[in-house]
């Protein structure tokens, strides 16, 4: 099948890559690793920058292997950090397309994948590849998050143009922001999964140095990531529309009872 051209909503700007990288299997993968046992071979799809794929080479320690893979061909600096910081043997990482890639038919144990189809204009057909990779009776896990569940208090107008910004662009690049209510649905399009079990898990965002991590952060990447190239290169929001969401941002963290949560959908199942 022909690759479609698929457009990643956040891309690969430093406060993008910093958040990304805050990232743990323990948090990210907490659904998946109770099923996880030594030995295993995993593969973990829209790997990033990778430390959900450090994690998960851990968890199927030395007699195990990890590979982690994603389309774009700049994460390789950090790939390369992870492996430094790690020293581990058993854990690898590549570019490599879903939808077109060259590993062999069903040689993992375990496919795993963390907020990646919300970006793909076919996660369907993405899931249904990576489904393919596992072995009959191998695990399939993913976590999507779902933008509409997103709240916060105090509201203000900032973080709602928030809202109206990221979800207008994640469409425009033909992916979905509400991605986690269709977890369910898009395991059984598959129609190569069985035994689907979901859960729900959230981010929740109220002492101060989470507030603080997380005001930062969206302050940034609503400024500088691709979000804020495309929101304007769309006409969806112009710079001045976005310097308020940030600051928007800034005041939330430091408003007197703010919080902030929403939700992620998991979806494990074995391949059929």
Not at 183 to 209: C, H, K, N, P, R
Not at 241 to 265: D, M, N, Y
Request: include cysteine; hydrophobic fraction near 40%.
């Amino acid at each position: 099948m022909s690759s479609p051209r698929e457009t990643y909503l956040h891309g690969h700007h430093r406060s993008v890559l910093s958040a990304h990288s805050a990232r743990t299997a323990e948090d990210a993968a907490a659904f998946l690793l109770p099923h996880i046992e030594p030995g295993m071979r995993l593969l973990d799809f829209g790997c990033g920058p990778g430390t959900i794929t450090v994690g998960l080479a851990d968890a199927v320690g030395s007699s195990g292997s990890v590979l982690g893979i994603d389309i774009s061909d700049g994460l390789q600096t950090e790939w390369d950090l992870r492996l430094k910081e790690t020293d581990a043997t058993n854990l690898e990482f590549r570019v490599d397309d879903i939808y077109e890639t060259e590993l062999e038919q069903g040689q993992f144990d375990v496919v795993y994948a963390h907020q990646i189809l919300q970006h793909l204009a076919y996660p369907v057909g993405a899931l249904k590849a990576a489904t393919r990779l596992a072995k009959r009776g191998g695990l399939v896990g993913i976590r999507e998050v779902d933008w509409g569940t997103f709240a916060a208090f105090p509201e203000s107008k900032a973080l709602d143009d928030f809202r109206r910004v990221y979800d207008a662009v994640a469409i425009r690049n033909g992916g979905n922001p509400h991605a986690g209510r269709h977890v369910l649905e898009w395991m059984e399009a598959t129609g190569e999964l069985t035994d689907i079990q979901i859960t729900t898990s959230t981010w929740t965002f109220y002492e101060e140095s989470g507030k603080t991590w997380w005001g930062d952060q969206w302050s940034q990447r609503i400024l500088e990531s691709d979000i804020a190239v495309k929101a304007i290169e769309y006409g969806i929001a112009t710079r001045t529309e976005l310097e308020a969401i940030s600051r928007g941002w800034q005041e939330w963290k430091h408003a007197p009872g703010s919080v902030s949560c929403f939700t992620h959908f998991e979806g494990l199942a074995r391949r059929a």
